[in-house]
C-alpha cells in the first residue's frame, strides 16, 4: 500500500478512525499493540478486525479459492448475476443496513449448492444447467438429445432428489 492510502482503525469507544497507511506503520513502529492488530483490505482501504473476524474471513477467502478452482474444472455457472471474475469480494464493504444474517445464510446455501453441482455427472449436469439455467423446457431438451420426453422427465426428477438428499445434509 502506499503512504496516503487510507486505513481505518477501532478507537476504544468501538468507532473507527481513518489514518493513513503510514501513519499506521508508525503506530505499528511506536506500540506494541499495532504489531497484533488484523487488517483486511476493502476496496483499496484498511480495515481493521478483531482476530475471530480476521479468521472467518480468511477461512471463507480459502474456501471460495478451493470451490473456484473445483469450478473451473465444469465451467459451473452461478446463479449471482454479477460477474464473478470482475469482482474481488475483498475489495467489497458491506451494507451495514441489510440483514448480513440472512445474506450469509443466502451466500452459504449457493455456495453449498455449487458443491452440489460439482458431485453430479456431466450429463446430470448438462441437463440440470438448460432446465434451469439456460430455462429450456424439458421437451426442447429431449428433442435436442434425441431421446423421449419422459427420459428426460424422469432424470430430471432423480437429479432433483439427489440435489435435495446432498443439501439436506
Same mark, same amino acid.
Given at each position: 500500500?502506499?503512504?496516503n492510502?487510507? @486505513?481505518?482503525?477501532?478507537? &476504544?469507544t +468501538? $468507532?473507527?478512525?481513518?489514518?493513513?497507511? &503510514?501513519?499506521?506503520?508508525d503506530?505499528?513502529?511506536?506500540?506494541?499493540?499495532?504489531?497484533?492488530?488484523k487488517?483486511?483490505?476493502?476496496s +483499496?482501504?484498511? /480495515?481493521?478486525?478483531?482476530k %475471530?473476524?480476521y479468521?472467518?474471513?480468511?477461512?471463507?477467502?480459502?474456501?471460495?479459492?478451493?470451490?473456484?478452482r473445483?469450478?473451473? $474444472?465444469?465451467?459451473?455457472? %452461478?446463479?449471482?448475476?454479477?460477474? #464473478?471474475?470482475?469482482?474481488?469480494?475483498?475489495d467489497?464493504?458491506?451494507? =451495514?443496513? @441489510?440483514?448480513?444474517?440472512?445474506?450469509v445464510?443466502?451466500?452459504m446455501?449457493i #455456495?453449498?449448492? !455449487?458443491?452440489? /453441482?460439482?458431485? =453430479? %455427472?456431466?450429463?446430470?449436469?448438462?441437463?440440470?444447467?438448460? =432446465?434451469?439455467?439456460e430455462? *429450456?423446457?424439458?421437451?426442447e431438451?429431449?428433442?435436442? !438429445? +434425441?431421446?423421449?420426453?419422459?427420459?428426460? #422427465?424422469?432424470?430430471?426428477d432423480?437429479?432433483?432428489?439427489? /440435489?435435495? *438428499?446432498? =443439501? &439436506?445434509?
Open positions: 500500500m502506499k503512504e492510502d487510507r @486505513c481505518f482503525i477501532k478507537t &476504544k +468501538g $468507532h473507527y478512525k481513518e489514518i493513513t497507511y &503510514k501513519e499506521l506503520n503506530k505499528r513502529k511506536t506500540y506494541i499493540t499495532y504489531r497484533s492488530k487488517f483486511i483490505k476493502l +483499496g482501504i484498511l /480495515l481493521e478486525v478483531s %475471530s473476524e479468521k472467518i474471513f480468511e477461512s471463507e477467502a480459502n474456501r471460495l479459492r478451493y470451490i473456484n473445483a469450478e473451473s $474444472h465444469k465451467n459451473v455457472f %452461478s446463479y449471482d448475476q454479477e460477474d #464473478e471474475d470482475d469482482i474481488n469480494y475483498k467489497t464493504i458491506p451494507d =451495514l443496513n @441489510c440483514n448480513v444474517e440472512q445474506e445464510e443466502q451466500k446455501e #455456495e453449498k449448492l !455449487k458443491e452440489a /453441482l460439482l458431485k =453430479l %455427472s456431466n450429463d446430470e449436469y448438462e441437463l440440470i444447467k438448460a =432446465l434451469y439455467y430455462q *429450456k423446457t424439458i421437451r431438451y429431449a428433442e435436442n !438429445k +434425441g431421446i423421449p420426453f419422459t427420459t428426460v #422427465e424422469s432424470r430430471k432423480k437429479i432433483l432428489n439427489k /440435489l435435495k *438428499k446432498y =443439501l &439436506k445434509n
